[in-house]
């Protein structure tokens, strides 16, 4: 299987069973943010405007159940796209310590634009929500992406 | 190709991919400013074709879950049975509390429906929950929500056989309240915490010169149009906060938990063909809560709507 159609399966795959977990089964915060994993698996692999795209795309399908801020997933999900395949030029890196920093701090910054988009009315505190909350939620996305991208190969030789 | 026309034709496809995500960038940027309408069109267009197997399987699993309840109902029952042999006034109270649970939808009768709650589990769905009863079914935006402790939130937003909620956990979450003698008359909404799990509820507007004991049952006044009056909303846990001279707020003890609501009733049809106080029909919830926790204080009496 080629790479690329090998990162495509495990995108489409970790988005198919974030909304298992979250919509089918009910979890809520139980279960990882696996969307926003495959989003940064993905955009890996593409040019900006894919990249954009695809988180578009993404923020929407989440924004579909938003009841307090319609849009504020897709606002984040369409920026990480853009940071995760401007990564590209800016680090070439295929270390694990690489992949987990990447990981973290997409998942971050994805809930950091999410706060900023939601609207004063509706955020939480920010050193609740984003130093304690997000950090915790980015640390559990972390360690179930690395785990995910291990056992699909979906990155760089090094890691698998 | 020179290498001069490499270089532009290689800036001519940058510039092209930087617009390309500007634009999309500007499309996500839109989407909070589109009318609610759009949005909800949107929305339902997403989650009626892409997202509907997801939402299919937590349909089949509350089916699934409401069956294992009735199981465990009827173990429940056939273990009363068998302790009424050796304590029959226990089976009395027992049955009679369960009596007035599985009343609640006869006495309120063809006005309110019953329906199962999902949860979709998502970023910005929190406070939302989804209905499988719609339009089709006599439902209408603004329909109130209860379920057999009391009052869980409001329909929002109605489709053929769907529709969407919010809680009383929602920002935009307002109520009129009452005392249940009807002579304090204030505001419920929902007051956040550090935590998203913090949000606790509250009565506020409440007059300075008037003061609320723990324990108080409080309950929807009627007023606004929305919710009917005799609502079970909440017990009064203790002062929030007070404006001297001005005004007071208190903390409520919710009479529902809305994570615990998984089947509930829902208003049908308009508010004219409705009952408009149901303070007969749901009293018997409201001094069963208010009753034991005034005296004793204990926040764990308090019941989800399923038990």
Known sequence: MSKALRVSVVVVGLAVLHFLLHVGFGLGDVAPDLLTVALLVGVREVEVGWGAGIGFVLGLLEDAFAALAFGASTVAMTIVGIAGARTRDLFVGDSLVFLVSYLFVGKWLRDLVYWISVGEDIRQPFVESMLIGSGLAAAYATVVGVVAIAISGAWWETVR | ?307
Not at chain 2, 64 to 73: K, W
Not at chain 2, 75 to 98: C, I, K, P, W, Y
Not at chain 2, 197 to 217: K, T, V, W
Not at chain 2, 220 to 233: A, H, Q, Y
């Open chain 2, 1 to 307: 190709m020179s290498a001069y026309h490499i270089g532009e034709h290689e800036e001519a496809t940058g510039r092209r991919k930087t617009i390309t995500a500007v634009v999309i960038v500007g499309l996500a940027l839109a989407l909070p400013f589109m009318p609610a309408a759009q949005q909800q069109q949107l929305a339902f267009l997403l989650r009626s074709s892409v997202l509907r197997p997801f939402v299919s399987i937590q349909e089949g699993l509350a089916a699934v879950r409401l069956h294992a309840v009735s199981t465990e109902e009827f173990q429940a029952r056939l273990d009363s049975m068998v302790s009424a042999l050796t304590n029959q006034g226990t089976l009395a109270e027992e049955n009679g509390r369960l009596r007035k649970l599985l009343d609640l939808s006869r006495r309120l009768g063809t006005a309110y429906l019953p329906a199962s709650v999902l949860r979709a589990g998502t970023a910005g769905s929190e406070s939302m929950f989804l209905l499988d009863v719609g339009s089709d079914h006599g439902l209408r935006v603004n329909a109130p929500v209860i379920g057999s402790g009391g009052l869980i939130g409001v329909v929002r937003e109605v489709r053929a056989s769907m529709s969407i909620g919010m809680d009383w956990t929602h920002p935009e979450f307002r109520a009129s309240a009452m005392t249940m003698d009807g002579e304090i008359y204030g505001f419920v909404r929902a007051e956040r915490g550090l935590f998203r799990e913090g949000g606790r509820m509250l009565l506020d507007g409440i007059p300075f010169h008037n003061s609320l004991e723990p324990g108080m049952a409080i309950v929807t006044s009627g007023l606004g149009g929305v919710f009917p009056r005799g609502i079970t909303v909440g017990i009064v846990d203790q002062l929030a906060a007070e404006t001297a001279g001005w005004r007071r707020s208190y903390w409520l003890r919710p009479a529902v938990f809305p994570g615990s609501a998984t089947h509930v009733l829902v208003a049908v049809g308009t508010m004219s063909e409705r009952p408009t106080d149901l303070t007969e029909v749901m009293q018997d919830s409201t001094t069963q809560r208010a009753g034991p926790i005034a005296g004793s204080g204990d926040r764990d009496r308090l019941e989800g709507p399923g038990s």
